[in-house]
């Protein structure tokens, strides 16, 4: 049996079979090292909200094959502009009432253009003056683009590798596994955080989940922040007609995810992304008690659902949890 990791010793060095032995545990055996491994860094208890915006929807030049914004493929989304710095403002100031304590900022860019920066960086001014941490997702950045957005009071830049490298052909062809690794570096040396995870149920095989984990894994710096989202499949999209097809991941199988990822990033913050909103209460307490321990909030994710707030309010105090009072996990004393 493969033996659980020491939680004081957070390591870079796995290798991808380890990755997919950890996979193959017996469930419960693995839920239970994952537990472990989860209470040495963070409260049980706890999970940090967060709440996600589409401040610029449709019209993406990438060919991502689950995704409803892309301009390759008939999804029936219209795209629009980029959304005034006042009305992204008031929707954060929104979502601070609703519970949220970080709020995202996505748009549908292939890349960000240095034209869009100042609005931007007075989007996050605004968001940040709100007390709020703040996050975007605007695709592939270069090296002063990051520095800008850092100087602006960006928190954290989410740019996930989707999935494992050796299925990213079959989920896009507009950029390399390569470009989404070098945006994450530039990310990283202009001090800002990382929020990197991946989409599971895209028709990939268990080992493309592990190639996943442990691209995460043996990162420069684990993701700070790493969401595990279950694709939601919007008819159009080659990835979603075919998921429409043979069926969604089986949910003991997005739980065994949740468990590696927390053994093998221990103090990334694991978070429970889009598909939430077709989960239980049964499979959620699972994913919880497996090592996730951030969740978003509010209705919609992007374009697609979200469990409202008094949905999660009522998973709250049935599993009995609690916001977040610390960002970055610490070591028990």
Not at 20 to 26: D, H
Not at 37 to 46: A, L
Not at 82 to 94: C, G, S, T
Not at 188 to 208: F, K, L, N, P, Q
Request: a negative charge; hydrophobic letters at 45%.
């Amino acid at each position: 049996m493969t033996a659980i990791p020491d939680p004081a010793q957070p390591r870079h060095d796995w290798t991808l079979d380890q990755v997919e032995a950890l996979f193959a545990l017996p469930f419960m055996e693995l839920v239970y090292q994952a537990a472990t491994v989860h209470r040495r860094w963070f409260d049980p208890s706890e999970v940090q909200r967060s709440q996600l915006l589409s401040i610029k929807t449709g019209g993406c030049a990438e060919n991502c094959g689950y995704c409803s914004q892309s301009a390759s493929f008939k999804t029936g989304l219209k795209a629009e502009k980029l959304m005034d710095a006042q009305a992204v403002i008031a929707e954060a100031m929104a979502a601070k009432a609703g519970g949220a304590d970080r709020f995202c900022m996505g748009a549908a860019w292939r890349e960000l253009k240095d034209r869009d920066t100042p609005k931007l960086a007075a989007m996050i001014a605004g968001v940040k003056a709100l007390g709020l941490e703040t996050c975007a997702t605007l695709g592939m950045l270069n090296a002063d683009q990051a520095k800008q957005l850092k100087a602006a009071g960006l928190d954290y830049y989410n740019h996930n590798l989707d999935t494992g490298p050796d299925y990213y052909a079959e989920v896009v062809t507009t950029r390399t596994y390569q470009d989404r690794l070098d945006t994450l570096a530039h990310v990283r040396d202009a001090g800002m955080r990382t929020c990197c995870g991946g989409i599971v149920g895209m028709g990939e095989e268990r080992r493309d989940r592990a190639g996943l984990l442990h691209a995460l894994a043996t990162l420069p710096e684990y993701p700070d922040s790493l969401p595990v989202n279950a694709l939601v499949p919007v008819a159009g999209t080659p990835l979603g007609e075919r998921v429409l097809n043979e069926g969604e991941i089986d949910p003991i199988e997005f739980v065994r995810t949740v468990a590696v990822a927390r053994l093998v990033c221990p103090r990334s913050r694991v978070r429970l992304s889009a598909g939430r909103e077709g989960m239980s209460a049964e499979l959620q307490a699972l994913c919880f008690l497996a090592g996730a321990n951030s969740i978003f909030v509010g209705g919609r994710l992007l374009t697609t659902p979200n469990p409202e707030q008094d949905a999660d309010a009522a998973l709250f105090a049935l599993l009995d949890l609690k916001p977040a009072v610390a960002e970055r996990a610490t070591a028990a004393a």
